[in-house]
């Protein structure tokens, strides 16, 4: 309750400062910005909700930007997978990216949406999205050792270990270079600050990684004391998470046991994601193994796979949907294209519809009469044609009417050749009109599996022999 009433207020004095004075569009940024983001939940969403709000109403969408993606970081660290892309699905919905909108935000936009898909696994996805974004990205320490980070986290997953440890060199020389930046307009917040100082711990870990321990020794020493000297979760359990596998790779199982139980106390009240909850368990079974302590060891491995289990669910769910939106995207492309085409060769048809009016014009006016009938049936017979590709195209219920209209007799060849339903009629139309597998999947909002399953059921239906190319089997069928 008391919660609730906190996050009434904080509304209600934000709307009453907005409205008492002019708040520029930084201020609110800032405001943003300085939202812890390791300890963030429900009531911190709900604050950047009103500060978006404000954002719309005063036309500041960078703003609205900001916010959008702090709430689905949040999301992110809270293991939300779902929601996380939602807000930022939000931000293309609403078309607030354009070439006039600052490019810190563009920058945020592009790197968190790689981290979602690098969640999903999806790491072709992820590398493509920081590609587009790294060639805007010059002499900028900030923005340098973001994207050198996120590059060496992709190909530590890869196991690609000497270019991940390159990437994370770089990131932890140019954050240093960011920290020296004083007396710059540089935005020095506190989250900004805090976060640029987790390269360090990183590169330890890529140095130990490699069995480099003195050179990963050094780092974590210098992480361990950064974190003493500064009073923020997120650092404190990047630094801990690092020096736990450290001490537990050089067997000090005492001082291993000491970082883990502290990422496992953040882990629980602060993050869910699973890349944080899956670190600490997967270390502390490691560690009980080792000290021989069987029943520790099965306890946590079941927890593990608990873990494992929800969130394989739940990212299955978030795949399929953007497997579904792929698909819908590409048909529509598809579409486009042969639409396109045939408009070309509609054109065409006319153009020598045209020449040959004039061409023939000549030769009396009874040739012509009896030419142009000719030419008028040859446009309407395209006219049709075009029709029945584009309600094929749109899944339209009209499709299978208006083809009998442009291949009579082809449902009776089939219906006399076998019992098929009129959904069977249907998907023979799309093979006699030689779209492909991915086509009449994309078109019919179906799996490429399904429609080879449909392909299948047909020949054995039909009797149609397997060293015959269907496509070739209905286009002699009403010869």
């Known amino acids: 309750m008391a919660k609730k009433i906190l996050s009434c207020l904080f509304s209600f004095s934000l709307i009453f400062f907005s409205y008492a004075q002019k708040v520029t569009e930084e201020k609110l940024k800032s405001i943003i910005f300085d939202i812890g983001f390791s300890t963030a939940g429900d009531r ?126 770089r990131a932890y020389l140019k954050a240093k270079e960011y920290r020296k930046q004083r007396g710059q307009n540089t935005d020095k917040s506190k989250n ?130 953007l497997d579904i939106k792929r698909l819908a995207e590409d048909g529509s492309k598809a579409m486009e294209i042969k639409t396109l085409i045939y408009l070309c060769i509609g054109l065409i048809v006319v153009l020598v519809g045209i020449f040959m009016y004039f061409f023939y014009g000549k030769k009396g006016k009874e040739k012509e009469e009896g030419a142009y009938p000719v030419e008028i049936s040859t446009v309407q017979d395209t006219d049709l044609f075009d029709q029945v590709i584009v309600l094929a195209k749109e899944n339209n219920p009209e499709f299978l009417t208006r083809f009998n209209d442009y291949c009579p007799g082809f449902s009776e060849k089939l219906v006399e050749a076998a019992q098929l339903k009129s959904s069977e009629i249907r998907f023979c139309a799309y093979l006699y009109l030689n779209f492909s597998t991915k086509d009449i999947a994309a078109y019919t909002y179906t799996s490429i599996r399904t429609v080879q399953t449909k392909k299948y059921r047909l020949r054995k239906k039909l009797s149609i022999p397997n060293d015959t190319e269907i496509y070739i089997w209905f286009r002699d069928l009403l010869k």
């Open 44 to 169: 911190e969403i709900k604050k950047i909700d009103s500060i978006i709000s404000i954002c719309h109403q005063k036309n500041y969408s960078d703003c609205e930007v900001f916010g959008y993606l702090k709430i689905a970081n949040i999301y992110n660290k809270n293991n939300y997978i779902k929601k996380a892309f939602q807000y930022t699905d939000l931000i293309e919905k609403k078309n607030l990216i354009t070439p006039d909108t600052d490019f810190e935000a563009v920058f945020y936009f592009y790197t968190i949406r790689s981290v979602l898909h690098q969640k999903l696994g999806e790491r072709v996805a992820a590398l493509k999205l920081l590609d587009e974004i790294a060639v805007r990205v010059k002499e900028n320490p900030y923005y340098e050792y973001l994207l050198d980070w996120q590059y060496a986290g992709i190909y530590a997953e890869m196991n690609e270990n000497n270019k991940a440890l390159e990437a994370y060199k």
């Open 192 to 321: 900004k600050i805090s976060n640029s100082y987790k390269t360090t711990a990183y590169l330890a870990g890529a140095y130990q990684k490699l069995g480099k321990m003195d050179s990963a020794k050094i780092y974590i020493e210098e992480s361990l004391k950064d974190a003493r000297g500064m009073d923020e979760i997120g650092f404190q359990y990047i630094a801990s998470i690092y020096a736990a596998e450290y001490y537990l790779k050089a067997e000090d199982f005492k001082k291993a046991q000491q970082h883990l139980w502290i990422c496992k106390n953040i882990a629980i009240h602060h993050y869910k994601s699973e890349n944080y909850q899956e670190g600490v368990i997967t270390d502390l079974i490691s560690l009980y193994e080792k000290m021989g302590e069987k029943d520790s060891a099965d306890y946590y491995s079941r927890e593990l796979l608990a873990i494992q289990s929800h969130n394989d669910a739940q990212n299955k769910i978030q795949k399929d949907r």
